[in-house]
């Protein structure tokens, strides 16, 4: 039922949280400046529009630091489709879905896409291809973005953010895109950062709980999942939990009350801002 009632809500108002359609950009801070020429479009994605909205607000001016221009869809973004494709859903994200978000991006003639959800990133690099052809525009997850950034001497950081940090890969970005080393570099390009290794990393990294539809579903027991990986963190010594995922966010954080311990989960993202 919870997964029926995920298609009827993206159907109805494009998300699968019931919320209006014309908010989506509300979370988009009033100080930074959209560009009609951008560098790149951020796909906010539902759960950072809606959700979320500081990891998509943290995103935005991560990139205004970094001096790229760049615009979103607004009210044209629709849902990428993950939640229906994982609970087996595929009609509407062929069809109407997948379709409508290229459109929308070909139409302005835009070329490149970046996102901070590993959900979002591995449904159109991965998924769209084989749904309705390869799309003509790339699509970088923002941990990749930030790395090129790095690379390229426009992102810079400034300020030092001594915690011992574990890294959680999402399942969608690493055993599912393969992108494990551009969080991680990030991470290591932050000043007073110490990126802790743990038992269960990259490939035979343990699933959060959240995807899939499961958390939807069984919340319970998704949080019981999240609360045995944080533990595993703790237990390597960390101060901080670092992800690239809003769905892993979330439930970590959830896991980690339920455990009753005290650390915090956090995007690369959120990181990476307080440093620059």
């Known amino acids: ?41 951020f796909f906010t994605g539902c759960t950072e529009a809606y959700r979320l909205q500081p990891l998509a607000a943290a995103t935005a001016k991560l990139l205004d630091k970094a001096g790229v221009k760049f615009n979103i ?35 302005r003639g835009w070329t490149a896409m970046v996102t901070a959800c590993s959900g979002c990133y591995n449904t159109m690099k991965n998924d769209y291809p084989t749904l309705t052809g390869k799309p003509s525009f790339k699509i970088y997850h923002i941990s990749e973005y930030l790395e090129k950034l790095i690379k390229d001497g426009r992102l810079k950081f400034g300020k030092e953010y001594k915690k011992k940090v574990a890294y959680h890969d999402p399942c969608h970005l690493g055993r599912h895109a393969k992108v494990y080393d ?39 027991m998704a949080e019981e999942v999240a609360a045995d990986r944080v533990k595993q963190f703790v237990a390597a010594g960390a101060e901080v939990i670092a992800t690239s995922c809003p769905f ?29």
């Open 73 to 107: 869809l607004g009210e044209d973004e629709w849902c990428c489709g993950s939640p229906l494709l994982r609970t087996g859903q595929k009609k509407s994200v062929r069809e109407e879905l997948a379709p409508h978000n290229v459109r929308e991006m070909d139409k």
């Open 182 to 220: 551009a969080p991680r570099n990030v991470l290591k390009a932050i000043p007073g950062l110490q990126l802790l290794e743990t038992k269960a990393e990259r490939e035979d990294a343990q699933c959060c709980g959240a995807g899939g539809g499961f958390k939807s579903a069984f919340n319970d």
């Open 248 to 276: 892993c966010q979330v439930n970590l954080n959830a896991g980690a009350k339920r455990a009753g311990i005290d650390i915090k989960t956090m995007d690369v993202v959120q990181i990476a801002l307080q440093a620059a």
């Open 1 to 41: 039922k919870a997964h029926l009632a995920i298609k009827e809500k993206v159907a109805a108002k494009r998300n699968p949280y019931d919320e209006p359609k014309e908010k989506r950009a509300a979370w988009l801070p009033p100080e930074i400046k959209l560009s009609p020429n951008p560098e790149v479009v």
